[in-house]
């Protein structure tokens, strides 16, 4: 029900249940999609509304609309990189690596080849790389 979600939540009970829903359960906020503790709910809810609360936090997409001022397309790395650069100021990038759920010991190239093509489609300055720090510039 909720496959592909990374949730951090530091409550037991929620974490198995979030196992059960087929959640990624993290052990630390910084790399989730949603803290949940920002949003339990304090009332018994089922697990439609569940999931209905859960997609609505992690709809990012007012935040790319504001950052694109219109809606954009884009693969779900390039989101989740612009969105986690808006959201944190900036990351290094081994930082940006773990929070898209990379282990910091695996080689990959998917991270630069989204920021490669962010780049080429919205400029260089879009993405800006500042003694090692992403950050997001101006389209």
Known sequence: ?????????SDGVWRQIFSDLNAT???????ADLDFDN???????SPIELKSMI???????????????????????QAQIIIL??????????QLKQALG??????????????????????HSFIENNDGVYKLGKI
Not at 1 to 9: C, D, E, P, S, V
Request: net charge positive.
């Open 102 to 123: 990379y282990p910091s010991d695996v080689a990959t190239h998917s991270i630069d080849t989204a920021i490669y093509q962010l780049r080429k489609k919205y400029g």
């Open 55 to 77: 997609l609505s936090a992690i709809d990012n997409t007012g935040l790319l609309r504001e950052i694109f001022g219109s809606d954009v397309t884009l693969s779900r790395i």
């Open 85 to 94: 650069l808006r959201k944190n100021g900036g990351l290094s990038a081994l």
């Open 25 to 31: 359960v993290l052990d630390s906020p910084f790399s």
């Open 39 to 45: 949003i339990a709910p304090t009332k018994a809810v």
């Open 1 to 9: 029900m909720l496959a592909g979600i990374r949730i951090y939540t």
